[in-house]
């Protein structure tokens, strides 16, 4: 893919979207680095908050370089995947017990999920596809 094709799949919705959700998960993560519970609710550790202070920078910097369109594609199927694979017998337990994630985090992770795949291919209305 060259450059201009991937900007192509980068608008300012997912861009303003991955500074945010990486403001987001830069603090949980380093909140989660303090504590096994983050805003009061949701479980984590020290490799959990580790990848969201990862993700979180990607977040940031892609987005302030008005290149996120791959972050939040990415982020929303590894979100929507350790989602759902956390009520799945067998790959349930292992996410607990490697990431600590309880219920609220797995439906968080499908919610902000989802978002983040919709904003890729959010188009302003009037404004037709190539």
Same mark, same amino acid.
């Given at each position: 893919m060259?450059? =201009?094709?991937n900007v192509?799949? /980068?608008?300012? $919705? *997912?861009? #303003?979207?991955a500074i945010s959700i990486g403001i987001f998960l !830069?603090?949980? %993560? #380093?909140? %989660?680095?303090? /504590?096994d519970v983050v805003f009061g609710i949701f479980t984590t550790n020290?490799?959990? @908050? #580790?990848?969201?202070?990862i993700l979180g920078i990607l977040g940031v910097v892609l987005g302030f370089r008005? *290149? @996120?369109g791959g972050f939040c594609t990415f982020l929303g199927i590894l979100l929507v995947l350790v989602g759902l694979f956390r009520f799945v017998s067998g790959t349930g337990e292992f996410l607990i017990k490697v990431l600590n994630i *309880?219920?609220? $985090?797995?439906? !968080? *992770?499908?919610i $902000? %999920? !989802?978002? =983040?795949?919709s904003v890729v291919?959010?188009?302003?209305? %009037? $404004? !037709?596809k190539n």
């Open positions: 060259t450059k =201009s094709e192509k799949r /980068s608008n300012e $919705v *997912n861009n #303003v979207f !830069l603090i949980e %993560g #380093v909140w %989660g680095l303090f /504590s020290i490799t959990h @908050a #580790v990848i969201h202070i008005k *290149n @996120a *309880n219920e609220p $985090v797995a439906y !968080l *992770n499908i $902000v %999920g !989802l978002i =983040s795949l291919y959010y188009r302003r209305p %009037g $404004v !037709l």
